[in-house]
């Protein structure tokens, strides 16, 4: 939790739509918050997975308040109690990362999308000369207006 070891896992079921897991945290003190993000994620190439606890709120819970995992009132808190669980998802792992870095190489190599984009930039290059020539129209434009204004002005004075 928050980049911090409290536990490990005590033991897998394996069903066919998911996985319950069992996990043993390794202090009573330690307080998981019911609004949290659970995670599996896998931290290298080596398979090593990681299961995330992410609190989504920031409650003080103060020692204070004498909340024991163990005791039936717990399950009153905001807090997991002993035997209580929470739904996870699957986080992070590299073998989705290989298969979009792959996806993506995949539509790099394809020959459309140069084609594509070499229409881009000639179109691109095509409306900024369009532009430039509008721009030198419209200059001139102006200093013939400037000029007939000038004319004009010096002529009736």
């Known amino acids: 939790m928050r980049g911090v070891n409290i536990g490990y896992i005590q033991s897998l079921k394996i069903n066919p739509n998911s996985i319950l897991v069992s996990v043993y945290i390794t202090s009573s003190d330690i307080l998981i918050p ?27 819970i103060n020692s204070s308040n004498n909340i024991n ?3 039936q009132n717990c399950y ?20 989705d990362l290989i ?13 459309r999308l140069f084609s594509l984009f070499y ?7 095509e409306i900024s000369d369009d532009f430039v020539n509008i721009s030198t129209n419209i200059s001139k434009l102006s200093d013939i207006f400037y ?3 000038k ?7």
């Open 119 to 125: 229409f881009f930039l000639q179109n691109s290059l």
């Open 34 to 60: 019911k609004n949290s993000i659970i995670e599996t994620s896998q931290t290298s190439l080596f398979n090593n997975t990681v299961i995330d606890v992410i609190p989504l709120e920031k409650k003080i």
């Open 99 to 111: 298969r979009a870095t792959t996806r993506i190489s995949q539509r790099f190599d394809d020959p």
């Open 151 to 157: 004319y004009l002005f010096l002529c009736h004075l």
């Open 76 to 95: 009153k808190s905001q807090v997991l109690c002993h035997n209580q669980y929470i739904i996870g998802q699957r986080g992070l792992n590299y073998d």
């Open 69 to 71: 995992v163990f005791q």
């Open 147 to 149: 000029s007939s204004l």
